[in-house]
């Protein structure tokens, strides 16, 4: 990171540290929102070309990425982190692999910078459409995996905009190592230096500052623990797009096909434990939970799958765990599933609405009129009929490329990709004319 | 208002205030939330009918709301309220009439509740697309035109919203009345009364703990002054969609109809001196300034505007004073204009970016690669070419109702009609599919 100085976040007393910081930080957005005007103005090949160039470089320092990223598990190791979280810290030639099939996906995208839509002509004798244009400047927060800095990287870029990477201090070397390859591409292709820049301090200020300077910054996306994206959407004066817990239902009502449910139920917890968009609540309608739970049962047993239930929920499968208002509103990421008989989508709808988290719930229905009710009413990001949870994802839905999943309701709401980091803004096209 | 305790507002200590303040505003929260819940279920034609039993009640109480309203005129007289205020505040039947007719327009608006776009088959079966749906709950702050509580109350029902509405105090007894025919609309029309709730206490606090509630509102829209936006964005703990400053710019270029240029600079200027979307600076290509602004200036001189240029706009129009840096960054909203003689569009760029308040800006040129670089890289929420700033009105681009101007980037950007009281949710339709 030749393009700016380096701060040196050791060996220095806390005053003297956070002047620099604030120095340090104000330069980075200074920079970043000058580069974004310039960036406003790229067309999709020069873009495009950054990208190529970036994979090239990323392809020819192979075993500087590698040199550098040994260092960081080195020190990872010395300073206890756990086996979890050095996983995600590696970088090896299959994970280098995919940043550069990443960075090759993103150039093929469709840019969607300068799209029109609604050209229209008013009574006035004006053209009046939306144009979607780059957000300006994104600050991106997020932890160990240094594959991220190559992700947010592009996908801002391609999106016209401008960018701060603050990745974790955990994974500093490899991001540096990665953040000259982006630098490297950058200039090649003749787009400032200052589009992408990789945070140079480890300092915990940084993030402060970062979120303190909507002079700057545009918008911050955090992408890590949910504690983390508590912090930052508290302390905030930038506008956040964030993503909180993922407390999914899926709804069984009575007359659902019940091949479809068992199918869906089972897909939805058990396709992997860990993601947001797993199941963590089945709802069962009562005229079909006697037939239903047993079958699912089984397989949840296959699977090891825990059982927690309501009471009804006991009465058909004996011996299972007594299920509380927690567990309602646990995001349990584990082989853990909390189940409750209801009577009917009215109560399922109050329950979601209840204690879920607006994330992801599907209703298993053959009912036109129940299936269209549930698509309706139900306020969270993705609504599915007939489907699992599972599918709630950038690349299942088609958007090529994902930042992120969006648990707010303004400007982008569920998988973010390209178009969550553009905005629209309107254009006027006359030949003089004037307002009467 | 019947159907919330009243808040007694004066005769009350401090601290026993703030505690009546913070349970009266959490209990109109919470109703609001369950009535959103309710509101996101009815049908376009459930929401118009309360829209045209509220434009009956409020016909059927015109002598109720002219005795309130005198009320509030009667004690804004001896409060010493000025002229402006006073009449901004005064209600008569042309007003009355204005907000039953405003009822009839937004009934008549195509509900965008329940759109789907882009509806597609993936790969693994599904389909996806994106459905509008109603953002929930929604806080106006506004100041002392009782007609703002008709305008904003109609426009979150028909996007399917509960709103709760904070009017200035001067128009308490006013928004009283029209209050409850509101109420009797909804109650009429079978939804819940706490889908429109206004706020029925003039403490100042009611303000601090609405902005305050992001468990029960979804997004607060100011309207008012600058500095009543500026104090509820920086302590909101709720996004806000704001107006602030209306800096607006023409850049006159070299190769511009000047013909145009003066109808256009004309008409920007002096159509009306105190909206937003008013030109304040102009800017002129320096080929064509000693021809463009002697002639712009005798219209100027009609009109009784007071120019302010740069040098050398001072050498062509010789005795006008001198613009400092302080003018290129005012809104003026009187008849006065700064303008300033660039040499081409980088520096006309140059100077909207780094002065003005990406509102409203417009380009006057016959050069076809110069209005595409303009309509691509101004980063204000409406851009033109060839034609008065004045045109930025949600009215005037068809929106049919407007709530504001938005001159935020997420979300909503430029004039917000009933789609930016809505969002987007992904919607998923399968026939039992799972994820591989």
Known sequence: MSRHAPVNDDNVKDVAVSTDIVAYMTSLGRSARAAGAVMRGQDTAAKNAALMAMARHLEAARSE??????????????????????????????????????????????????????????????????????LGVIGIIYESRPNVTIEAASLCLKAGNACILRGGSEARESNAAIAACIDAGLREAGLPAAAVQVVATTDRAAV?????????????????????????????????IKHLDGVCHVYVDASADLDKAVAIAVNAKTHRYGTCNTMETLLVDAPVAAELLPRLASFYAEHGVELRGCERTQ??????????????????LAPVLAI???DGIEE?????????????????????GLARRFLAEVDSS??????????????????????GISTDKLHARGPVGLEGLTTRKYVVLGDGHVRV
């Not at 007594?322 to 995001?331: F, G, S, V």
């Not at 399922?348 to 036109?368: F, K, L, P, Q």
């Open 65 to 134: 990425l590698i040199d550098a990223n040994a260092q960081d598990l080195a020190r990872g190791r010395e300073t206890g982190l756990d086996a979890a979280l050095l996983d995600r810290l590696a970088l090896n030639d299959t994970r280098i692999d995919g940043m550069i099939e990443g960075l090759h996906q993103v150039a093929a995208l469709p840019d969607p910078v300068g799209e029109i839509d609604g050209l229209h002509s008013r009574p006035s004798g004006i053209q009046v459409g939306q144009m979607r244009v780059p």
């Open 208 to 240: 402060g500052q970062l979120i303190s300077m909507p002079e700057y910054v545009d918008v911050i996306i955090p992408r890590g623990g949910k504690s983390l994206i508590e912090r930052i959407s508290r302390e905030a004066r930038v506008p956040v």
């Open 315 to 332: 009465a058909i499968l004996k011996g299972i765990a007594a299920a509380n208002e927690e567990d309602w509103a646990t995001e349990y």
């Open 340 to 342: 409750r008989v209801v």
């Open 348 to 368: 399922a709808m109050a329950h979601i609405d209840r204690y879920g988290s607006h994330h992801t719930d599907a209703i298993v229905t053959e009912n036109y």
């Open 382 to 403: 993705s609504v599915m009929v007939n489907a699992s949870t599972r599918f709630a994802d950038g690349f299942e839905y088609g958007l090529g490329a994902e930042i």
